[in-house]
């Protein structure tokens, strides 16, 4: 569906977008991640023609990007927040549809319809500005959609929501990726990526520093490390750190260690209920790959603006 090849951004003497290429898959729920300062808002705003890369190309499916084409193709959802303020709830959704092209009566066709999945028809009379900031997030998540565009921008789309609509805008990403929708999901919360998206690309200081399929990130950063839980206590063991009654950690050179330990359980005839591998988690393999490559490290929990 989209294709960045060789793009470029530079602002004075920052390399904001340095040299980066990926693909989005067609249907795909794909993830954008990064600490805040990486560069992910440029490229985005390349990708919506809000800005022009200084050298580079965007291909959305399969032809060169241009703006008064594909303009209504994309929908946008950037992180700050893009409503005004005095106006109505339902004025403000029906004035942004019908600037991408919907007709009046399909804009609202298409409005009632996602004011009543989201529980929103009590909203339609309040100002933007009376609202809470999740409220501001569920209806720029809903402005964003209602044309039904092929590609869905969604820069950091659960900031502000609480765990419950949290929950319902999550599973409106599913559905709308099981319709055809490509979705690019940007943020610098990596658990969230873990939870709903397949790919990934993972930028640092403008560069693209890891991508793939999320499990195939994660074994490629493996480090043998498992959970054990039995029934009973565990005679001591120089490989198992005891974290509390009948739960036990260990981390071993190779395989062959790791398949020790369960001989040396059936041997002493130890009941084993649970044994898994623990696979490092994004934020993790961001900071080993950093770590490794003599950068500084950003955290994700605490990113650097």
Not at 79 to 89: A, I, Q, T, W
Not at 200 to 224: H, P, S, W, Y
Request: proline share 4%.
């Amino acid at each position: 569906m989209l294709d960045i090849v060789s793009l470029k951004k530079y602002y004075a003497t920052q390399r904001a977008v340095d040299d980066i290429s990926f693909r989005v898959p067609k249907g795909a729920i794909f993830g954008l991640l990064g600490p805040n300062g990486a560069g992910k808002s440029s490229l985005l705003r390349m990708i919506t023609g809000i800005t022009m890369p200084d050298s580079g190309s965007i291909l959305l499916d399969g032809e060169a990007f241009q703006l008064d084409k594909h303009s209504r193709d994309i929908g946008y959802m950037p992180e700050e927040r893009g409503l005004y303020k005095r106006m109505k709830v339902e004025d403000q959704a029906m004035y942004l549809a019908q600037l991408k092209g919907l007709t009046r009566q399909e804009a609202a066709t298409k409005l009632n319809a996602w004011f009543k999945k989201l529980e929103m028809d009590s909203w339609r009379n309040k100002k933007v500005e009376d609202l809470s900031k999740g409220m501001s997030q569920k209806l720029q998540f809903v402005i964003t959609v209602l044309h039904e565009p092929k590609l869905l921008i969604l820069d950091e789309p659960f900031s502000g929501l609480d765990p419950v609509n949290s929950a319902i805008i999550k599973e409106e990403i599913h559905a709308l990726s099981a319709r055809g929708t490509t979705i690019i999901f940007s943020t610098h919360r990596m658990e969230q990526v873990e939870e709903i998206c397949k790919e990934i690309v993972l930028m640092n200081q403008g560069r693209l520093i890891l991508e793939g399929d999320v499990m195939e990130v994660k074994k490629r950063f493996r480090q043998n490390k498992y959970h054990l839980e039995i029934d009973g206590e565990l005679p001591e063991h120089p490989h198992l750190h005891c974290l509390r009654a009948g739960v036990y950690e260990a981390q071993f050179a190779s395989q062959d260690e790791a398949d020790e330990i369960i001989r040396y359980c059936l041997q002493n005839k130890i009941r084993i209920s649970n044994y898994h591998e623990v696979l490092p988690s994004l934020h993790d393999i961001f900071i080993q790959w950093v770590e490794g490559k003599g950068g500084a490290v950003r955290s994700f929990e605490n990113p650097i603006h």
